[in-house]
């Protein structure tokens, strides 16, 4: 991989006031030339995608805090592709940091210009292990930023730190796992259909979710097999018929508005089934700012409860890139 000093472009996601803000693009022309290179789209096709987000909307206050959802891609792919799921989150109560690993997907935008493209993905495998210790290394980072003292987003104080979770898609699912055996502060994990990189030799015992497509079940991946042995905490396996790899993220349902399905499972139906799975694994574990969450004895789940059904509020995207200079704040117009 290049040896500069790496950055990395971080989308939040979070519960903001109505009627404020821009309307965020899906994004930028270059990333969207660059993820439909070698297809039969339009290179232009994805800046014109509609998203429900908006941008710089003032966040909503209270006396409530927000737990954190971390978001990793698949290889290849950038943050904006779970954005389905991001909105979804964030509507219900969660921030939502979506992390693009530079050098990892087809295109990433940088705030002054720059471009990075990929530069692991023709050929992975040698390297899908450096990968996932990569990707961890580069969550546990963007928490740190996050959760400092002086936050690298403006509204980090809205942040509950006893409340995080980590869901992927491919490798970044895999990097869910490898993350919470190297950083404590992260509760829960969520892996959209990725092989891990590799089985994990020592137990988690925190709540972990695995969702595979039709044929990711059991036998079909040693290392889904392997890790389920080591999942000592609340552990769920999910396999949803009629899917293919990329079923659990908005690749799908963009397929099917292109008139170009990826599998007999719809789109919207795909995406329907990973938000509704995704979201009630998280509410059970960590809760939402609605909900109280009573502490749990160390090696035990938390329990949380509400009295109040989930909420939906209007999401809000900042684009920030991390590193920050100090007090400096950069937000993508």
């Known amino acids: 991989m290049p040896a500069e000093r790496r950055e990395l472009m971080v989308s939040i996601w979070y519960p903001a006031q109505r009627a404020t803000g821009r309307p965020a693009p ?31 909307a003032a966040p909503q206050r209270g006396r ?10 698949g290889l290849g792919s950038s943050r904006a592709t779970l954005t389905g799921l991001a909105e979804e989150l964030a509507s219900r109560g969660y921030v939502v940091a979506g992390i693009d690993h530079t050098y990892e997907a087809a295109g990433i935008s940088f705030a002054d210009g720059r471009v990075a493209t990929c530069s692991v993905c023709e050929d992975p495998a040698p390297v899908a292990a450096k990968i996932t210790s990569g990707r961890a290394r580069d969550v546990s980072f963007v928490l740190d ?27 970044g699912g895999a990097s869910a796992l490898a993350t919470m055996l190297t950083d404590h502060r992260v509760d ?39 890790t389920w042995t ?79 059904p989930p909420r939906r509020r209007r999401a809000r995207r900042r684009r920030e890139a991390v590193p920050f200079r100090p007090g400096f704040g950069l937000a993508l117009l």
């Open 26 to 56: 899906y994004m930028t022309a270059a990333e969207s030339r660059l993820t439909l290179q070698g297809t039969a789209f339009p290179p232009e096709a994805l800046t014109t995608v509609v998203t429900h987000a908006r941008d710089d």
């Open 64 to 73: 409530h805090r927000f737990p954190l959802v971390v978001l990793s891609p």
């Open 145 to 171: 930023r996050l959760l400092a003292r002086h936050s690298a987003w403006s509204g980090g104080e809205a942040i509950d730190p006893a409340r995080i979770a980590m869901a992927g898609h491919s490798i």
């Open 188 to 226: 829960a994990g969520v892996n959209l259909d990725g092989s891990f990189h590799p089985a994990p030799t020592r137990p988690l015992r925190r709540p972990f979710l695995m969702v595979g497509n039709q044929d990711h079940g059991p036998g079909s991946d040693p290392s889904w097999t392997g």
């Open 230 to 308: 080591q999942l000592r905490g609340a552990r769920h396996w999910l396999g949803v018929t009629g899917t293919v790899h990329n079923s659990f993220t908005d690749l799908a349902v963009l397929s099917d508005q292109a008139g170009a399905p990826i599998s007999t499972n719809s789109g919207a139906r795909a995406g329907q089934i990973t938000r509704a799975y995704v979201t009630a694994f998280l509410e059970k574990y960590l809760g939402t700012a609605l909900n109280h969450c009573s502490p749990a004895p160390p090696g035990s789940t938390r329990k949380c409860a509400s009295s109040l």
